[in-house]
């Protein structure tokens, strides 16, 4: 035999290699460390209400209440077109379904009346032009005009889509900061779900303007490696903020039920509390653990979810963006100095980090320092953020400006901080005039010459 | 050998010459719908490219020929048998010199086009003088850094220099010259309209000079593999004629000095930030 056997076997094995060599992503919403560490007692239902109120990657769920936009619609039947016996989809015309472009293709379309009402059918061709639905024929349901039905997240879903597509290999599919390309980045990938963004408009205690993040997709961040999304169209991008919000709050959701449960019912808390100094036994801890979780829990959930959506409400109200109330001052020699004074000043402590020449080793680059979270100190020497990264203070000399070079973000990085790091907020100590004549010297810096 | 495979290699050529014929019309041919190059520079690369599609289809077909003609005759004569020689010194020749000369032809001719886009003594003057625009690739996305309006760009960065990020703009109708960098790996600057396309390494900075004949909106693309997010390293350039083109230098001065107060309508910048803040 001229072709053997053997060769057609390494033949054929050479797709199935092909295709068992590929490592893909989890498709699934991943829990936080800390959710992890509870025991499995309280573990269990802070998960299944995550679930329950946020779905899975495949099936998003909505709840009353977000501020983000899930976008069902609500179409009702128009006229149906004749299909032969064997015709495996039924075809229809819809109406009400004009802010829905072409997203609905493989959705779920429920029936809310007619023969085939509480039924749900899967969308298997979506013309948008003509209005036209294809859905798989089934026996329970026979669509007449005027029947009505709904398709849920189509918003939502849409943003998932793109954000899947462009930003999950960075931020994951959860938004947790560590899809697969994330261990290759420095600095590491935004974990979305503490809800702070380190580059806003708005106030220092309030959350990220939809605006914001919308900047940021679309000009990318100098200095790291988000790059500008500038090509997305403008419904895309607000599409996938819509999203990304989404994920924050499901993360904060999360946080916020394990934050009242974590110190009591940790494994750790558990070891402690069943040990002969604790001196419970674990029946008593678990029967105290089922008292709350069948009391008090239901409340804490809906003030967790509530809190959460209000604040994000709130960041995309006028009063939360920061509006200087003085223009800025005329970028002076004299402007200059007197910022770099400022700078310089016990008032301000900007050198402490920055340093005095505004290379970013201040002293405070030497120092261990605490970490707020679990009141332990750093292994490393120097400042860090909320995500507990090494956050070196920025050499200002660089012309680098993460945030935006206009004027107004640097003046809005004095005012308001950077959220989630230990650049302080300037905002109630300093007037609007030594703001801006902060701004001014901090942006003569990469021309002064001493480069 | 077998009719059969006279006829499998007979097809091949007939294959490529039909569907070389057929790539204009079924859009396999020069991007955009088949479109002439965007630029004046680029019309003239497409003439050479034809020159050289032209003279290497005349001998393609022609080998193929005398190919499938020698298989053929091997395939309906028995009796003849083959001889055994050792080569013809006039045919070496033949073919020695005949591409020799086709090489030497089009390595002069294409000359000027190769002077005029790639020696800089050659590059229009205007263009050379007044630099457009730094072009800064890296992973993954391009930055672009205009002088102010009325100034020329400096080696060095200014204070009122501008910037944007994956969106060139270009005035049409007169040559332009960029400054072309990369901040972190081996880039490549391609405009398919245009037919320009040049490499940016770290630590250089290269010049490229192109003219757009037409106002429309390009793809600008990395034509390297620079990393895993190469495909994402898409960004436009937009050539617009002179008025249009001064208008949006004006219009990402007024944005790029933007202290909160100051009248941006929301539609000039595209961004929504600027409207909430009104």
């Given at each position: 035999m001229r072709f053997g056997f053997r060769r057609l076997i390494l033949l054929s094995l050479i797709p199935l290699i092909s295709f068992t060599g590929c490592e893909q992503p989890q498709v699934k919403f991943v829990f936080s460390q800390k959710t992890n560490e509870l025991i499995p007692e309280a573990a269990k239902p802070v998960k299944e209400a995550l679930v329950r109120q946020f779905g899975n990657p495949f099936e998003l769920t909505q709840f009353e209440g977000l501020p983000t936009d899930f976008g069902d619609v609500q179409g009702t039947v128009k006229s149906v077109e004749s299909s032969g016996k064997d015709q495996p989809l039924i075809r229809f015309q819809a109406t009400g379904l004009e802010n829905a472009y072409d997203k609905l293709l493989g959705l779920p379309l429920e029936w809310t009346s007619g023969k085939g009402q509480g039924h749900i059918s899967r969308i298997k061709e979506y013309d948008f032009e003509t209005g036209t639905i294809a859905v798989e024929k089934s026996p329970e349901i026979d669509p007449q005009s005027g029947d009505t039905f709904l398709i849920e997240c189509v918003r939502l879903q849409f943003g998932r889509d793109l954000y899947n597509r462009h930003c999950m290999h960075c931020h994951g599919m959860s938004g947790e900061g560590t899809g697969p390309t994330s261990r290759y980045l420095n600095p590491p990938p935004r974990d979305f779900r503490l809800g702070i963004y380190k580059y806003t408009s708005t106030k220092p205690t309030s959350k990220a303007q939809e605006a914001d993040l919308a900047r940021t997709v679309k000009e990318g961040i100098a200095?790291?490696?988000?790059?500008?999304?500038?090509?997305?169209?403008d419904d895309e991008v607000s599409a996938i903020v819509n999203y990304v919000i989404w994920l924050s709050i499901r993360g904060e959701t999360e946080k916020k039920l394990v934050d009242e449960l974590y110190l009591d019912y940790s494994e750790t808390a558990m070891a402690e509390r069943t040990s002969e100094e604790g001196g419970e036994t674990r029946e008593e801890v678990l029967e105290e653990l089922k008292e709350y979780m069948e009391l008090d829990f239901p409340d804490t959930l809906e003030f967790a979810t509530s809190s959460v959506a209000e604040a994000w409400e709130e960041a995309n109200l006028e009063d939360a963006i920061v509006i200087p109330q003085k223009p800025r001052v005329a970028d002076t020699p004299e402007s200059r100095e007197r910022g770099r004074k400022l700078y310089l000043s016990q008032k301000t402590k900007c050198a402490s980090c920055h340093g005095p020449q505004a290379r970013g080793n201040g002293t405070a680059t030497q120092d261990f320092w605490t970490n707020p979270a679990t009141n332990e100190k750093y292994s490393e020497r120097g400042l860090h953020d909320i995500w507990g990264n090494l956050l070196p203070p920025r050499d200002l000399h660089r012309g680098i400006y993460r945030g935006g070079r206009r004027p107004i973000d640097t003046y809005r990085r004095l005012y308001s901080g950077i959220k989630g790091t230990p650049m302080p907020a300037f905002g109630g100590s300093l007037t609007d005039e030594e703001l801006w004549d902060m701004v001014n010297y901090v942006m003569s810096l990469p021309y002064d010459g001493n480069r | 050998m077998g009719k059969g495979w006279c006829l499998f290699f007979l097809f091949w050529p007939i294959a490529a010459v039909v569907s070389c014929a057929m790539a204009p019309f079924v859009g396999w041919s020069f991007p955009y719908n088949n479109a002439q190059a965007a630029s004046n520079l680029g019309i003239r690369i497409d003439d050479l490219f034809y020159i050289i599609l032209i003279v290497t289809a005349i001998v393609f077909v022609g080998t193929q020929a005398v190919l499938v003609y020698a298989l053929w005759r091997g395939a309906n004569n028995r009796e003849e048998r083959a001889t055994n020689i050792h080569g013809n010194h006039k045919l070496e020749l033949i073919w020695s010199i005949i591409p020799g000369a086709i090489l030497l032809f089009l390595a002069i001719y294409q000359m000027n086009i190769w002077a005029d886009f790639r020696i800089k003594k050659y590059y229009p003057e205007a263009a050379v003088k007044d630099p457009l625009a730094e072009v800064t690739a890296r992973q993954f996305e391009w930055r672009f850094r205009y002088p102010a309006i009325g100034k020329k760009l400096q080696q060095k960065p200014q204070p009122d220099d501008l910037y944007s990020v994956n969106e060139l703009h270009v005035p049409f109708g007169k040559p332009v010259m960029i400054q072309l960098r990369s901040d972190d790996v081996q880039h490549s600057f391609f405009l398919p309209a245009l037919r320009i396309k040049q490499d940016a390494l770290p630590g250089l900075q290269i010049p490229v000079w192109f003219e757009a004949n037409k106002p429309g909106t390009y793809d600008l693309v990395c034509a390297e593999l620079c990393g895993w997010g190469h495909y994402k390293m898409k960004a436009h350039v937009i050539v617009q004629p002179e008025d249009e083109y001064q208008a949006y230098l004006k219009n990402l001065t007024q944005k790029q000095f933007y202290d909160g107060l100051g009248k941006i309508a929301a539609k000039d910048t595209g961004t929504e930030s600027e409207a909430v803040e009104k």
């Open positions: 200095g790291t490696y988000m790059p500008s999304f500038k090509l997305l169209t | -």
